[in-house]
């Protein structure tokens, strides 16, 4: 707890000496801050399209394609509350999905479950706890599969996919490899940015000081009937759109720094309400109390039910099995930050040891590289995405 309050000092001082300085912002930004992922991608000069993708337990997801039918598919796969934009938001000669297209590959971007974009269920509605019944693990079972079966079908002459996760975009791949280790030949080859499949030296204050009482915030939460977070999405962000760009984009941004470390230099501030007009972009209870789950373990497992029955029933275990990561068996590319409190170096190195197909591991040169660099950092391509493009060529060419 007392790292908590020291948090929250800290954030409060910053806060106010940020105040003084308030952006007056261009109306292009503000107008790539209500935009969604097809209409940034058109605005941008792309070709865009939509595509919509079944997967086995009746969910109806939207995947966004940067169209180049016949070339090498990619697909892109956000993290926690983020959805297709992550990789589209920052702009042409910036987004990850416009510099893919622009070397020639096609490009998909996932939207999984619960995000703005993929909240259809064939028997559920959003307003039923048992559409948000999932976490990571779903993602990884069912999204997964699906979408890259889809894609694939889409796809004459490649019987492969390069694979970009960031973050739970990680955590779902590495779910879909221990368990249904045939998609791994699918994969021509998973780049893991700010990768998660432990979060033993997590840093992050805040979420370490929730973790012990996560179970009983899950079951508060659940009794008052909140299975998404945050509740009400849409509301939730257009609140925080208006204080953020209007009034105080400084402040939000310190305190997006606060929760993924501390980069001044590669801050663009201007970016400020395009992220908060595209993030968060809905997730569930559960897939928040499973990564707590982890903080707590230590390892790497499946849900726990917090309740041996419970556990026997799903499990045939009293307490939940670990994902058996040796099983990820496609080529792996590992980048990771130094400054990323979310996702702690000595994790990845653990990590890095229980793959069996690691073909780069880079843990990035620059000293402040956080947990959203990957996506927003002003120079991010030259700090992270040239080497990327040179391990997908490598691979492409056969020399890795
Ligand atoms: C910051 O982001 C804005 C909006 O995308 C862009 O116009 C500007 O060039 C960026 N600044 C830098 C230094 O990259």
Request: with cysteine; net charge neutral.
């Amino acid at each position: 707890m007392k790292r908590l309050y020291y948090g929250l000092i800290c954030l409060c001082f910053n806060a106010n000496w940020l105040l003084a300085d308030i952006v007056q912002y261009d109306p292009a930004v503000i107008e790539d801050a209500h935009l969604r992922t097809p209409g940034l991608i058109k605005k941008y000069g792309y070709n865009f399209e939509e595509h919509k993708v079944d997967t086995k337990d009746g969910f109806r997801l939207t995947l966004h394609r940067i169209a180049k039918p016949g070339a090498q598919p990619v697909l892109l796969v956000h993290g926690l509350e983020d959805s297709s934009s992550a990789w589209v938001m920052t702009g042409s000669g910036r987004g990850l999905g416009y510099l893919l297209s622009d070397r020639g590959y096609d490009v998909w971007l996932m939207n999984c479950r619960g995000n703005r974009y993929s909240r259809k269920h064939r028997k559920f509605h959003i307003y039923q706890r048992q559409f948000w019944d999932f976490s990571f693990h779903e993602i990884g079972i069912y999204d997964l599969p699906a979408t890259i079966d889809y894609v694939l079908a889409l796809s004459k002459g490649h019987a492969q996919l390069h694979y970009v996760g960031h973050s739970q975009g990680t955590t779902a791949a590495f779910v879909l490899g221990a368990e249904k280790p045939a998609y791994m030949k699918k994969i021509k080859l998973m780049q893991a940015l700010a990768p998660v499949a432990y979060f033993e030296y997590l840093e992050m204050p805040l979420l370490r000081a929730l973790a012990p009482y996560m179970p009983s915030i899950v079951r508060l939460l659940q009794g008052l009937g909140i299975n998404e977070l945050p509740p009400e999405t849409e509301v939730w962000r257009e609140l925080s759109y208006k204080y953020c760009s209007l009034a105080f984009p400084n402040t939000c941004a310190n305190l997006i720094m606060q929760l993924v470390g501390i980069d001044l230099e590669q801050v663009n501030i201007t970016l400020t309400p395009i992220i908060l007009g595209q993030y968060p972009a809905g997730s569930s209870v559960k897939s928040v109390s499973h990564y707590s789950q982890q903080v707590l373990s230590g390892g790497f497992y499946k849900y726990d039910y917090e309740s041996p029955y419970m556990n026997w029933q799903e499990y045939g275990t009293i307490t939940p099995p670990a994902y058996k990561l040796a099983n990820v068996n496609c080529k792996v590319a590992l980048f990771y930050g130094q400054n990323d409190l979310l996702v702690a170096v000595k994790d990845v190195q653990r990590l890095r040891k229980e793959l069996p197909n690691v073909v780069h591991d880079e843990k990035l040169a620059y000293k402040k590289f956080n947990h959203i660099d990957f996506l927003t950092a002003i120079d991010v391509k030259e700090l992270l995405y040239n080497s990327m493009f040179q391990v997908m060529e490598k691979v492409d060419k056969g020399e890795l």
